[in-house]
T-cell receptor
Framework: DGGITQSPKYLFRKEGQNVTLSCEQN?????MYWYRQDPGQGLRLIYY???????QKGDIAEGYSVSREKKESFPLTVTSAQKNPTAFYLC????????????????FGPGTRLTVL | SQQGEEDPQALSIQEGENATMNCSYK?????LQWYRQNSGRGLVHLIL?????REKHSGRLRVTLDTSKKSSSLLITASRAADTASYFC???????????FGKGTRLHILP
């Protein structure tokens, strides 16, 4: 059963804490992405990775960090430097990035809703 | 930076009617995609149309692309209650390695 999973579904963070959101895919996709979605808004790109051991900042990377040690996994850490982290976080993967070709349809996980207490 | 902008922001129609959503973008593209998002869920890919295509169909979905006007439309025919969702267009920048999503159209199908 191929797909992309995120955990946890809900996450609560106290001010000053770092938290890590998990994203795993078994689609054998090279590219992975993290997005943030605020209520009634579109998706804003936080970080993306085209290949293992490489990743690039998106439009709103400040206060976030990622790693890509394995092809299947792209965890996102929300650090204490992110002043307004309450949001819905979506992870996605694609076979290629737009620059590499046209197989850039993105497959999304179910999302993690992060709330700061 | 916002590439795609959907219009209208929200749309309510009776079940059985057709729903049309529009997307405008600023720079040239390789392709344009439409996604659906049910409340509190991830996005689901609906259809991709390439810059050299003008129209594409998939079941009850019809997508058009006018590169001269930098716009696309998504038509859902014979709408159903299950079509209630937010719909997003996403474009690549023809020179970039990421796609950019618009803010979406919230579609509500009335029984």
């Amino acid at each position: 059963d191929g797909g992309i999973t995120q955990s946890p579904k809900y996450l609560f963070r106290k001010e000053g804490q770092n938290v890590t959101l998990s994203c795993e895919q078994n689609l054998n996709h090279d590219a992975m992405y993290w997005y943030r979605q605020d209520p009634g808004q579109g998706l804003r790109l936080i970080y993306y990775s085209q290949i293992v051991n490489d990743f690039q900042k998106g439009d709103i990377a400040e206060g976030y960090s990622v790693s890509r040690e394995k092809k299947e996994s792209f965890p996102l850490t929300v650090t204490s430097a992110q002043k307004n982290p309450t949001a819905f976080y979506l992870c996605a993967s694609s076979m290629e990035t737009p620059a590499e070709g046209n197989n850039d349809e993105q497959f999304f996980g179910p999302g993690t809703r992060l709330t700061v207490l | 930076s916002q590439q795609g902008e959907e219009d209208p922001q929200a749309l309510s129609i009776q079940e059985g009617e057709n729903a049309t959503m529009n997307c405008s973008y600023k720079t040239s593209i390789n392709n344009l995609q439409w996604y659906r998002q049910n409340s509190g869920r991830g996005l689901v890919h609906l259809i991709l149309i390439r810059s050299n295509e003008r129209e594409k169909h998939s079941g009850r979905l019809r997508v058009t692309l006018d590169t001269s006007k930098k716009s696309s439309s998504l038509l859902i025919t014979a709408s159903r209650a299950a079509d209630t969702a937010s719909y997003f267009c996403a474009t690549d920048g023809n020179r970039d390695d990421k796609i950019i999503f618009g803010k979406g159209t919230r579609l509500h199908i009335l029984p």
